[in-house]
């Protein structure tokens, strides 16, 4: 703590911590821890009392679960105090009370007293430790107070089994205190402790009397006192700082120290850890344990990758981050790994090379030293016998001793070559065949057999091919020459070639990897819908990491309820796995298998979260042979989920899109329909409306031509008005079913005869021509319907022409139906419009506007339709539009009277 | 149609209704010019040189408001803006362009030819002058007082700002946007509630009877206008 900080201001950032721990402390329960240096000191009686104490205040105060082995003064301070029942779980035939987590959050007391908080659950309960459950009743608002002994903190544990001769196997992380609101110590003197014990007023299970005898020595005793007190003058010292802090006291702050711990395969490494933590702690520091996976260690065995992913996550249950990275040197990549953090000091294990390779090459820990520079670096020393690495794993596909026989083989081969070429060639010459056979077993069998095969290869050579032959007697010193020549470069080429192999083999393994994930997010890309998304996740995951997969996603919105997508039909989860997955969606934390919570479950289940929220949970089954996932593979494995997660959302999203968008088309089409009505039945209402007020107003006199002129708007604007009500009539019963066709057979000629001279006025001086062959057959029809079709479509075509543009009226049979044309001369109809014309309301768009309503293509539609016929529009070669109409002949026969529409 | 007579572009995209407008107008004694687009509006504005435009927001080219803001950019000529129910937000904008007035379809002659009447007023007497009387209210805005059938009224200055507005524009709609910007400045031109809680209190103060209001009338969903007449 060299550097201090400017002292007028405090570091934003710890203040914001701080202001963020506050926040959190708010909504959360508060938590006070009763610690004790030692069983029987007193620590469930001085819970109780202050229990009381808060019970006089009017706090709810509940015992949730509280242990008194039986000893009266503590039974007694338990009256008045409202008891939960503990949960009985069944245990290898015992009956274990254990916490009843979910009725304290049922009961929600102001306060409950938990007992024992490092204490380890029955498997089968919701977390494995109950300092796990006190979290989840924290959350939830209610304050705890609990007891623990020193002995239990994790970052004590080796410190504690130094002192005692005993590894207590019950750790809490150090957060867990750390983050307790109070911390209360309870002390009695090591002697008193002693009386007491002697006085049997200290509960000892019974098996092991003497073991705990031996654990209440003196030494132990004063020691384990001295570490409770240090711990909880630590704390004292904290919330000092803490308080310093916030007030802006100038004082020595922590000068952002971090401590870097590398570890390594090693067992020693856990060790390694908690004396990391345990430095970081007393700098009031964090700290980061790191690995760095280097082309010599890059095939592990898997005894060592589960260590390693033990090692690191005891790094992070003691509050530290724990961080992975590939480098070509371990010493290199740590150094720079320091600088860039901001670490101050680095902790290493002592070497666990052998001697020889430590003096040629210096160990990682003479590297790191030499290049760490400005850093302090402390070694800790090691337990030899823990310290051998397990050793690296061979690639070969092959069992070892069918290899090493394999190269014996090749050994054999290359010599039945050499006794061949032996004729033609130098001895000295036939190295090379022998160079040959130890390169190839060197590149295709591993390091081991391209040793034997560069030794073997002397031997044979010595004894067939140098004379004397068949003896390893040699008569000529330059082949002793030869033979070391052999066998150096035998063994260095097989080094290098086995070398260049296992690197080749790791980065294939990353590559695949990469390939992996790049493969599963392109699956991802084109999945649109649910069942592809889980089709994608199920088939990458059981490719890369040979695991099945479930996805549990909400079953609709705000509902508690998972519903299961697996791709494989008709599998599905118990109650319990429910329950797991569950937790872990409500939670956003992963659950299950291999994780802290509900171990015991089959599954692991990892929430699927986005930006916006939680959007599911993936689960992923246990391997067959079970056993924990490589720091690589669970990030490889989270990588997948987070990409499930958003490809999940897309889908919600685009689903919530369409929605929208159908809703707004909906809606822009009503809109659009309600404006058309109102536009068209208001214009001819105001010209009504405009002319008649100017003939009844009082004191102007239009002149006659005026007057007439207004009339004729008027009578004119009236009968517009009448056709748009009788076609928007005509439409509604159409649309409501309610036009009855009544078939007859009529002349064709008839009805276009009758459309003409209902069409009357309008006409005008149009020329019309007519095309009807002699000789057509009568139609079935409805007369009156159909000469409602044809007014239609011959008013449009006066319409849509110029005044003189002469009107085709055409009809002849084609098959067995019978067609009818109207044609015009006018503009003629966009060619994307022509089916659009028919729909209701849909206009055209002119320049120069022609009133209309947009009803009368699509009513006739209707009509001709109900005939079971069809209509469609063409344009005309030459420019204008043709309308065409066909209509069934055959119709009528077999259907007649009365038919309705549909 | 005497070379004296004042000159009015319809424009309005129905013939029918273009018709009727020309026939009445002319009777009216206004000279007629017509156009069926918001081009050709903008062309015969320059070239009949219109003393009023009656224009309808439903153009088949240009947008109405559109036309407005165009005419306004070089032209002061009054616009009276004619639209259906469905359309109170484009007429509210039309106004907040610079239209003068607004009519909603189907409307009757007389209404029209008062509109046309207030319209050309304002035009013909654009220096104010200081007495304005209407019914019984008085506004003596040289000396800043107004009194209610003779007797003496005191409003708040904000109230006879507000009033000062209505009065210099009387006869014509003022939206609500109009009169927040020029009575509180354009930083408070959304603050709706303002302006109603003063013209509540206005009312109180020159209205017989401040629920069915006489003088200071409301135009629904647009703003408000003070009787002229």
Same mark, same amino acid.
């Given at each position: 703590?060299? !550097?201090?900080?400017?002292?007028?201001?405090?570091?934003?950032?710890?203040?914001?911590?701080?202001?963020?721990?506050?926040?959190?402390?708010?909504?959360?329960?508060?938590?006070?821890?009763?610690?004790?240096?030692?069983?029987?000191?007193?620590?469930?009686?001085?819970?109780?009392?202050?229990?009381?104490?808060?019970?006089?205040?009017?706090?709810?105060?509940?015992?949730?679960?509280?242990?008194?082995?039986?000893?009266?003064?503590?039974?007694?301070?338990?009256?008045?105090?409202?008891?939960?029942?503990?949960?009985?779980?069944?245990?290898?035939?015992?009956?274990?009370?254990?916490?009843?987590?979910?009725?304290?959050?049922?009961?929600?007391?102001?306060?409950?007293?938990?007992?024992?908080?490092?204490?380890?659950?029955?498997?089968?309960?919701?977390?494995?430790?109950?300092?796990?459950?006190?979290?989840?009743?924290?959350?939830?608002?209610?304050?705890?107070?609990?007891?623990?002994?020193?002995?239990?903190?994790?970052?004590?544990?080796?410190?504690?089994?130094?002192?005692?001769?005993?590894?207590?196997?019950?750790?809490?992380?150090?957060?867990?205190?750390?983050?307790?609101?109070?911390?209360?110590?309870?002390?009695?003197?090591?002697?008193?402790?002693?009386?007491?014990?002697?006085?049997?007023?200290?509960?000892?299970?019974?098996?092991?009397?003497?073991?705990?005898?031996?654990?209440?020595?003196?030494?132990?005793?004063?020691?384990?006192?001295?570490?409770?007190?240090?711990?909880?003058?630590?704390?004292?010292?904290?919330?000092?700082?803490?308080?310093?802090?916030?007030?802006?006291?100038?004082?020595?702050?922590?000068?952002?120290?971090?401590?870097?711990?590398?570890?390594?395969?090693?067992?020693?490494?856990?060790?390694?850890?908690?004396?990391?933590?345990?430095?970081?702690?007393?700098?009031?520091?964090?700290?980061?344990?790191?690995?760095?996976?280097?082309?010599?260690?890059?095939?592990?065995?898997?005894?060592?990758?589960?260590?390693?992913?033990?090692?690191?996550?005891?790094?992070?249950?003691?509050?530290?981050?724990?961080?992975?990275?590939?480098?070509?040197?371990?010493?290199?990549?740590?150094?720079?790994?320091?600088?860039?953090?901001?670490?101050?000091?680095?902790?290493?294990?002592?070497?666990?090379?052998?001697?020889?390779?430590?003096?040629?090459?210096?160990?990682?820990?003479?590297?790191?030293?030499?290049?760490?520079?400005?850093?302090?670096?402390?070694?800790?020393?090691?337990?030899?016998?823990?310290?051998?690495?397990?050793?690296?794993?061979?690639?070969?596909?092959?069992?070892?001793?069918? /290899?090493?026989?394999?190269?014996?083989?090749?050994?054999?081969?290359?010599?039945?070559?050499?006794?061949?070429?032996?004729?033609?060639?130098?001895?000295?010459?036939?190295?090379?065949?022998?160079?040959?056979?130890?390169?190839?077993?060197?590149?295709?069998?591993?390091?081991?057999?391209?040793?034997?095969?560069?030794?073997?290869?002397?031997?044979?050579?010595?004894?067939?091919?140098?004379?004397?032959?068949?003896?390893?007697?040699?008569?000529?010193?330059?082949?002793?020459?030869?033979?070391?020549?052999?066998?150096?470069?035998?063994?260095?080429?097989?080094?290098?070639?086995?070398?260049?192999?296992?690197?080749?083999?790791?980065?294939?393994?990353?590559?695949?990897?990469?390939?992996?994930?790049?493969?599963?997010?392109?699956?991802?890309?084109?999945?649109?819908?649910?069942?592809?998304?889980?089709?994608?996740?199920?088939?990458?995951?059981?490719?890369?990491?040979?695991?099945?997969?479930?996805?549990?996603?909400?079953?609709?919105?705000?509902?508690?309820?998972?519903?299961?997508?697996?791709?494989?039909?008709?599998?599905?989860?118990?109650?319990?796995?429910?329950?797991?997955?569950?937790?872990?969606?409500?939670?956003?934390?992963?659950?299950?298998?291999?994780?802290?919570?509900?171990?015991?479950?089959?599954?692991?289940?990892?929430?699927?979260?986005?930006?916006?929220?939680?959007?599911?949970?993936?689960?992923?089954?246990?391997?067959?042979?079970?056993?924990?996932?490589?720091?690589?593979?669970?990030?490889?494995?989270?990588?997948?989920?987070?990409?499930?997660?958003?490809?999940?959302?897309?889908?919600?999203?685009?689903?919530?899109?369409?929605?929208?968008?159908?809703?707004?088309?909906?809606?822009?089409?009503?809109?659009?329909?309600?404006?058309?009505?109102?536009?068209?039945?208001?214009?001819?209402?105001?010209?009504?409306?405009?002319?008649?007020?100017?003939?009844?107003?009082?004191?102007?006199?239009?002149?006659?031509?005026?007057?007439?002129?207004?009339? !004729?708007?008027?009578?004119?604007?009236?009968? /517009?008005?009448?056709?748009?009500?009788?076609?928007?009539?005509?439409?509604?019963?159409?649309?409501?079913?309610?036009?009855?066709?009544?078939?007859?057979?009529?002349?064709?000629?008839?009805?276009?005869?009758?459309?003409?001279?209902?069409?009357?006025?309008?006409?005008?001086?149009?020329?019309?021509?007519?095309?009807?062959?002699?000789?057509?057959?009568?139609?079935?029809?409805?007369?009156?319907?159909?000469?409602?079709?044809?007014?239609?479509?011959?008013?449009?075509?006066?319409?849509?022409?110029?005044?003189?543009?002469?009107?085709?009226?055409?009809?002849?049979?084609?098959?067995?139906?019978?067609?009818?044309?109207?044609?015009?001369?006018?503009?003629?109809?966009?060619?994307?419009?022509?089916?659009?014309?028919?729909?209701?309301?849909?206009?055209?768009?002119?320049?120069?506007?022609?009133?209309?309503?947009?009803?009368?293509?699509?009513?006739?539609?209707?009509?001709?339709?109900?005939?079971?016929?069809?209509?469609?529009?063409?344009?005309?070669?030459?420019?204008?539009?043709?309308?065409?109409?066909?209509?069934?002949?055959?119709?009528?026969?077999?259907?007649?009277?009365?038919?309705?529409?549909? | 149609?005497?070379?004296?007579?004042?000159?009015?572009?319809?424009?309005?995209?129905?013939?029918?209704?273009?018709? =009727?407008?020309?026939?009445?107008?002319?009777?009216?004694?206004?000279?007629? =010019?017509?156009?069926?687009?918001?081009?050709?509006?903008?062309?015969?504005?320059?070239?009949?040189?219109?003393?009023?435009?009656?224009?309808?927001?439903?153009?088949?080219?240009?947008?109405?408001?559109?036309?407005?803001?165009?005419?306004?950019?070089?032209?002061?000529?009054?616009?009276?803006?004619?639209?259906?129910?469905?359309?109170?937000?484009?007429?509210?904008?039309?106004?907040?362009?610079?239209?003068?007035?607004?009519?909603?379809?189907? =409307?009757?002659?007389?209404?029209?030819?008062?509109?046309?009447?207030?319209?050309?007023?304002?035009?013909?007497?654009?220096?104010?002058?200081?007495? =304005?009387?209407?019914?019984?209210?008085?506004?003596?805005?040289?000396?800043?007082?107004?009194?209610?059938?003779?007797?003496?009224?005191?409003?708040?200055?904000?109230?006879?700002?507000?009033?000062?507005?209505?009065?210099?524009?009387?006869?014509?709609?003022?939206?609500?946007?109009?009169?927040?910007?020029?009575?509180?400045?354009?930083?408070?031109?959304?603050?709706?509630?303002?302006?109603?809680?003063?013209?509540?209190?206005?009312?109180?103060?020159?209205?017989?009877?401040?629920?069915?209001?006489?003088?200071?009338?409301?135009?629904?969903?647009?703003?408000?206008?003070?009787?002229?007449?």
């Amino acid at each position: 703590m060299s !550097e201090r900080l400017s002292p007028q201001r405090p570091d934003p950032d710890q203040l914001l911590s701080r202001v963020q721990a506050d926040m959190r402390q708010k909504a959360r329960g508060r938590l006070k821890i009763f610690l004790g240096y030692a069983a029987g000191v007193g620590k469930t009686y001085a819970m109780l009392e202050a229990a009381h104490q808060r019970l006089a205040a009017g706090v709810d105060v509940v015992a949730a679960c509280v242990e008194t082995h039986g000893r009266a003064e503590t039974e007694s301070l338990l009256v008045g105090l409202e008891m939960l029942p503990c949960k009985q779980v069944e245990y290898r035939g015992h009956l274990l009370p254990e916490l009843d987590l979910d009725a304290v959050l049922a009961r929600r007391p102001g306060l409950a007293l938990i007992d024992e908080l490092a204490h380890t659950n029955a498997p089968g309960l919701r977390h494995p430790k109950r300092y796990q459950d006190v979290e989840e009743i924290l959350a939830a608002g209610i304050d705890v107070y609990t007891t623990l002994n020193i002995q239990h903190v994790e970052s004590l544990n080796d410190v504690v089994s130094q002192i005692t001769d005993v590894r207590v196997r019950e750790t809490i992380p150090d957060r867990a205190i750390d983050e307790a609101t109070d911390l209360e110590l309870v002390d009695l003197p090591p002697d008193e402790l002693q009386n007491r014990l002697q006085e049997g007023k200290v509960y000892v299970p019974e098996q092991s009397a003497y073991a705990i005898r031996h654990f209440f020595r003196t030494g132990n005793l004063t020691a384990l006192r001295e570490l409770a007190m240090r711990r909880a003058a630590q704390r004292v010292d904290e919330q000092m700082r803490a308080y310093m802090q916030v007030r802006s006291i100038p004082g020595p702050w922590p000068a952002g120290e971090h401590v870097l711990v590398c570890v390594s395969p090693s067992p020693q490494s856990e060790r390694l850890v908690r004396s990391g933590r345990r430095l970081a702690g007393e700098l009031n520091a964090g700290f980061t344990a790191l690995y760095v996976t280097s082309p010599d260690q890059l095939r592990l065995a898997e005894a060592d990758q589960d260590r390693i992913a033990r090692t690191l996550h005891v790094a992070e249950e003691l509050g530290g981050h724990a961080v992975t990275l590939a480098g070509r040197s371990v010493a290199e990549t740590a150094v720079d790994y320091a600088r860039q953090h901001n670490v101050t000091k680095i902790v290493v294990g002592r070497s666990a090379e052998p001697r020889w390779r430590r003096l040629l090459r210096g160990s990682v820990v003479d590297q790191i030293v030499e290049a760490a520079g400005p850093f302090d670096v402390y070694v800790i020393g090691g337990d030899d016998a823990l310290n051998r690495p397990a050793g690296v794993e061979q690639w070969r596909p092959h069992p070892p001793w069918q /290899r090493y026989l394999q190269a014996v083989l090749f050994v054999l081969l290359g010599s039945l070559l050499s006794s061949v070429m032996h004729r033609f060639l130098a001895p000295t010459n036939l190295v090379m065949i022998y160079l040959l056979v130890v390169v190839l077993a060197a590149l295709y069998l591993g390091r081991g057999p391209a040793v034997l095969a560069a030794i073997l290869s002397v031997l044979v050579f010595d004894f067939f091919f140098v004379p004397p032959y068949l003896t390893l007697a040699v008569s000529q010193v330059e082949y002793v020459f030869t033979f070391m020549g052999l066998l150096i470069v035998g063994l260095l080429i097989s080094n290098l070639t086995a070398r260049v192999q296992e690197q080749f083999e790791a980065t294939r393994s990353r590559e695949r990897d990469t390939t992996a994930l790049y493969a599963f997010s392109r699956d991802l890309a084109v999945a649109a819908d649910m069942e592809s998304i889980v089709r994608a996740v199920s088939a990458n995951v059981s490719q890369t990491l040979g695991r099945d997969v479930a996805i549990l996603l909400p079953a609709g919105k705000g509902e508690p309820a998972l519903d299961l997508h697996t791709p494989a039909p008709g599998s599905t989860l118990d109650e319990h796995e429910m329950a797991v997955a569950t937790w872990a969606f409500d939670h956003g934390q992963p659950a299950g298998r291999g994780t802290d919570t509900l171990p015991a479950a089959g599954l692991r289940y990892l929430p699927l979260i986005t930006a916006r929220g939680k959007v599911g949970v993936l689960g992923v089954w246990a391997a067959e042979t079970p056993r924990y996932l490589t720091p690589d593979q669970r990030r490889l494995l989270e990588a997948f989920a987070s990409l499930t997660a958003v490809a999940i959302e897309r889908v919600y999203l685009v689903e919530a899109a369409g929605q929208v968008q159908l809703l707004e088309a909906a809606d822009k089409l009503q809109s659009a329909l309600l404006n058309s009505i109102s536009h068209d039945l208001r214009t001819p209402l105001v010209s009504i409306t405009g002319a008649l007020s100017t003939l009844l107003e009082k004191g102007v006199e239009p002149d006659d031509e005026a007057r007439r002129i207004l009339l !004729e708007t008027a009578a004119e604007e009236a009968g /517009r008005l009448n056709r748009l009500v009788g076609n928007l009539l005509d439409m509604t019963r159409l649309e409501a079913g309610a036009v009855k066709v009544k078939l007859e057979l009529r002349d064709v000629q008839d009805v276009i005869g009758a459309a003409l001279r209902q069409v009357g006025e309008r006409l005008g001086e149009r020329p019309v021509e007519i095309d009807i062959p002699a000789g057509l057959p009568l139609v079935p029809l409805d007369f009156a319907l159909m000469v409602h079709v044809l007014v239609n479509l011959i008013d449009n075509a006066l319409k849509y022409s110029a005044p003189a543009a002469p009107i085709l009226i055409r009809a002849h049979t084609s098959g067995d139906e019978i067609v009818l044309d109207v044609a015009d001369h006018g503009t003629g109809i966009p060619s994307e419009d022509l089916v659009r014309v028919f729909e209701k309301f849909y206009r055209v768009q002119r320049p120069e506007s022609v009133t209309g309503t947009g009803l009368g293509l699509s009513i006739s539609k209707g009509l001709v339709e109900a005939h079971h016929g069809q209509i469609v529009a063409k344009n005309r070669p030459g420019g204008g539009t043709i309308v065409t109409v066909a209509l069934p002949l055959a119709g009528g026969k077999e259907q007649e009277g009365e038919l309705e529409r549909e | 149609m005497s070379e004296s007579s004042l000159r009015v572009l319809v424009v309005d995209d129905e013939r029918p209704i273009r018709r =009727f407008l020309r026939a009445s107008l002319t009777a009216h004694g206004y000279s007629v =010019f017509e156009a069926s687009t918001g081009r050709e509006a903008l062309t015969a504005v320059l070239s009949d040189r219109p003393d009023l435009i009656i224009l309808d927001l439903g153009l088949p080219d240009i947008n109405g408001i559109e036309v407005v803001r165009q005419l306004r950019e070089w032209s002061r000529v009054p616009i009276l803006v004619l639209s259906v129910r469905e359309e109170e937000s484009t007429k509210v904008a039309a106004l907040d362009v610079g239209a003068d007035d607004y009519l909603t379809k189907p =409307f009757g002659m007389a209404e029209l030819m008062a509109r046309i009447r207030v319209a050309l007023r304002h035009v013909e007497q654009p220096t104010e002058q200081p007495l =304005f009387e209407v019914g019984e209210l008085r506004v003596d805005r040289a000396r800043r007082q107004v009194s209610m059938a003779g007797s003496a009224i005191v409003l708040t200055p904000t109230e006879y700002d507000l009033l000062r507005i209505l009065v210099q524009h009387a006869g014509k709609v003022l939206t609500h946007r109009q009169l927040l910007r020029q009575v509180w400045g354009t930083a408070y031109e959304l603050e709706t509630h303002l302006l109603q809680v003063n013209i509540s209190n206005l009312r109180r103060k020159i209205e017989p009877d401040p629920s069915r209001p006489t003088y200071v009338v409301t135009e629904v969903g647009v703003g408000y206008r003070l009787r002229a007449e």
